[in-house]
């Protein structure tokens, strides 16, 4: 724990202009990001006695190491760069509003030839059109099943689009009038993209024009006697009016505004969102946060707009947001709102009328969300704080360990072998910084020696990282250099995340960002390492951070049978109460560990089964190989084709027919694939992927594995 005194500037150091300003731990991490229109005025408030400090503010200012600080020229700059720096840095201490759920849209990817309606989560793309957001997933689907009646827009996938295209059959919503059908040429291109904008005009709340529009034509129809395309017609009225009614007008107006409240306490803050397009209703979302120092209702408010703003352009800001209090100042915000939108923005706090008694409303679902995050165990801040006292208690650690690493090994019957690591700071989930390993420094099974080889590989990497940024202890440096020489080989470790796993091994050290405070990918120490197991996987870890020459992390492991925590050298386990707030955070980490490294080892083990000979044709890529299947339909028709038949495929030359063909000759047949339910073997499915059906989690398993995996699978 730092003395704050030890890192103060001096005043006439800080300058008395408008900045943005960092603090760093030990480890040059960034912890906390904030700006000011008078940095010295700021900063000044963090170096006063600490027992007048809010307490999260005083954990902050103990643990970090340094502070610095960038000039910027007006306070707009400051708010641009301090968003930027959060969402750069993400900061452990900042306040970060966790959104209670993922929330889906509505979307329409007007940027394809032929334009889709889909359901969508996560970040936004270009060329797409988006709607929402929508509490539940079904509340979309309901609402386009409701609309594809009178806007038969695409909704399929690509895939299924294009093997319609091929057969020439279009899918069932094409047969029931649900679809137009593009893919087998029953509409042109221009038509039904004139469809998928008549579909974003409604959704975008210009409803009026379009409903009239029909009723004119039924009126039509019926007096030309056609009364059946004016039954078809008033059935399409009756369905969008029944869309329209799942959102109820609150604004007569037809305002386009976002509305902001606020509800909280001295520890955290709840946020609730109203999205009003039209006059309606569209969309609503929440976000919960831990407040960080003693901060203002109206910088709640600033920092909710950083968050829902942050990254949107154009129509996504609305021309008005409504908000329970005001940011101190306000001008710089909203100059910045306008700048997002292109246009004017409106921020204000309503007074009278309609909008007043919808942002009451507002305000009682921030109130209910945040009563129901309080029963929420595992979020609540004083219960975590708790956790991690009791920890540090029954481990006999000097502080809390606000970051923890643990451990898993998995594999099946021996057969790739994984383990992971996952991390969690405060008590909450990183899951940005997990990281998932393949055990190759030996084959067959031993968790012991799996565990030993892989806290090596983390803290080796850590020590390279330290011995980069000059961090290098000098007793022992030449030891623990030799250790970390093999850094740059090391395999296997992968983040998870939306995209895909990356192979951190193949980065040297040098790899690393060179600005310091940026996520690095084992750059950071844990003051806890949790591991899965009991004696000998905790004797394990301790040894291999032993061999390194890490004295200051604490290693402890979790038994499964009785729940027993075990500690290096001990006989005895450590026994925590049933009830502890402290054994609960515990299992939490190991099964969230358990979790990872399982997920891992089955898309390991179902890849493999998906393997082809072509895998083992040296130069030959994902687009070749699908080029080659889709021109001979199989790998069992590829392997009797000749060279000069393959070198019919676009991009495959004679050099690599040959290679193609000589790899095929090698490869053994695959075993001709079963179906499991009638005994019957399929000759012409021969090369593909063997048949797996679906375990009771929902992962696929191989044919001819066993059917009770208990004791198998770790």
């Known amino acids: 724990m730092a003395d704050p005194s030890s890192y103060r500037p001096q005043p006439g150091q800080i300058p008395d202009t408008p900045g943005v300003y960092r603090f760093r731990d030990e480890h040059r991490r960034v912890i906390y990001v904030g700006k000011a229109k008078s940095l010295r005025q700021r900063l000044a408030n963090y170096f006063q ?33 301090e968003y930027s720096w959060i969402k750069e840095y993400d900061p452990r201490f900042n306040v970060k509003y966790r959104d209670d759920k993922s929330y889906p849209y509505l979307a329409v990817t007007m940027n394809e030839e032929f334009p889709r309606v889909q359901v969508m989560r996560g970040h936004r793309k270009k060329g797409v059109r988006y709607f929402g957001p929508y509490g539940h997933a079904w509340a979309i689907r309901d609402t386009v099943d409701l609309l594809l009646r009178v806007f038969p827009v695409r909704t399929c996938s690509a895939g299924v689009f294009r093997n319609a295209a091929r057969t020439g059959r279009p899918c069932l919503l094409g047969y029931i009038g649900k679809c137009s059908a593009p893919c087998v040429g029953r509409i042109e291109p221009e038509e039904h993209r004139e469809l998928a904008e ?29 009364y059946e395309r004016a039954a078809r017609l008033r059935d399409d009225i009756e369905a969008l009016k029944k869309a329209m009614e799942k959102n109820a007008v609150v604004l007569a107006d037809a305002t386009d505004a976002d509305l902001i409240a606020v509800a909280e306490d001295e520890l955290e803050a709840a946020v609730q969102i109203f999205h009003v397009r039209g006059g309606r209703v569209r969309g609503q979302r929440g976000w919960v946060t831990d407040k960080v120092e003693d901060v203002t209702t109206g910088a709640l408010v600033e920092h909710a707009l950083q968050q829902l703003y942050g990254e949107e352009t154009g129509d996504a800001v609305p021309k008005e947001v409504l908000v329970p209090a005001l940011p101190e ?22 007074q009278r009328g309609d909008k ?84 190759k420094g030996f084959a067959g099974q031993d968790d012991v020696r799996s565990m030993h080889e892989v806290i090596t590989r983390r803290f080796r990497r850590y020590l390279a990282e330290k011995e980069r940024t000059g961090e290098w202890a000098e ?36 790899g690393f960002k060179d600005e310091d405070g940026r ?31 890490i004295d200051d992390i604490a290693v402890c492991g979790l038994a499964k049978r009785l ?16 009830t502890s707030e402290g054994l609960y955070l515990l299992q939490r ?114 044919a001819g594995a066993p059917d009770d995996r208990r004791g198998q699978e770790r």
Not at 198 to 226: I, K, P, Q, S, V
Not at 526 to 546: F, H, I, S, T, Y
């Open 49 to 81: 006695d600490l027992a007048g400090l809010h307490p999260r503010t005083r954990t902050m200012v103990t643990t970090a190491a340094s502070v610095e600080w960038t000039v910027v020229s007006t306070e707009v700059e400051a708010l641009q760069l």
């Open 198 to 226: 008549e579909f974003c005009d409604f959704m975008a709340g210009r409803t009026g024009t379009y409903l009239r529009r029909l009723e004119n034509r039924m009126m039509e129809a019926a007096e030309e006697m056609e």
């Open 329 to 350: 100042p306000v001008e710089p915000v909203q100059e910045w709102l306008t700048g997002r939108r292109g246009s004017n923005v409106s921020l204000r706090i309503p």
């Open 356 to 439: 007043k008694a919808l942002m009451e409303t507002v305000q009682r679902n921030a109130q209910q969300a945040l009563a129901l995050h309080k029963t929420k165990r595992a979020s609540d801040l004083t219960t975590r704080s708790r956790a991690l006292e009791e920890i540090a208690d029954a481990l006999d650690l000097d502080s809390a360990p606000l970051r923890i690493e643990c451990y898993d090994i998995s594999h099946l019957q021996g057969d790739d072998v994984v383990a992971s690591m996952v991390v969690f700071e405060d008590g909450l989930q990183r899951k940005s910084e997990y990281r998932r390993f393949q055990i």
């Open 475 to 510: 007793d022992g440096a030449e030891d623990a250099r030799t250790e970390a020489e093999d850094t740059g080989t090391e395999s296997g470790a992968t983040a998870e995340s939306g995209s895909p796993a990356t192979d951190l091994g193949a980065a040297s050290v040098n």
């Open 519 to 549: 996520p690095k990918k084992f750059a950071y120490p844990p003051q806890l390492v949790v591991v899965d197991g009991g004696q000998p996987q905790v004797a394990a870890a301790q040894r291999a951070l032993d061999e390194l020459g």
């Open 563 to 578: 729940e027993e925590v075990w500690l290096p050298g001990d006989d005895d386990p450590v026994v925590l109460p049933r």
């Open 589 to 702: 980490i190991r099964d969230e560990a358990h979790r990872f490294a399982i997920t891992y080892q089955r898309t390991k083990r179902a890849k493999r089964f998906r393997s082809s000979p072509l895998d083992d044709v040296a130069g030959l890529g994902e687009t070749r190989k699908q080029a080659l299947i889709k021109h001979f339909g199989s790998v069992k028709k590829l392997r009797s084709a000749t060279i000069e038949q393959i070198q019919e495929v676009p991009g495959i030359g004679r050099k690599t027919a040959e290679t193609i063909a000589v790899a095929l000759a090698q490869a053994a047949p695959a075993a001709p694939a079963v179906n499991t339910a009638t005994g019957e073997i399929m000759d012409d499915r021969e090369d593909e992927a063997p048949e797996t059906t679906a375990d009771a989690s929902g992962e696929p398993v191989p």
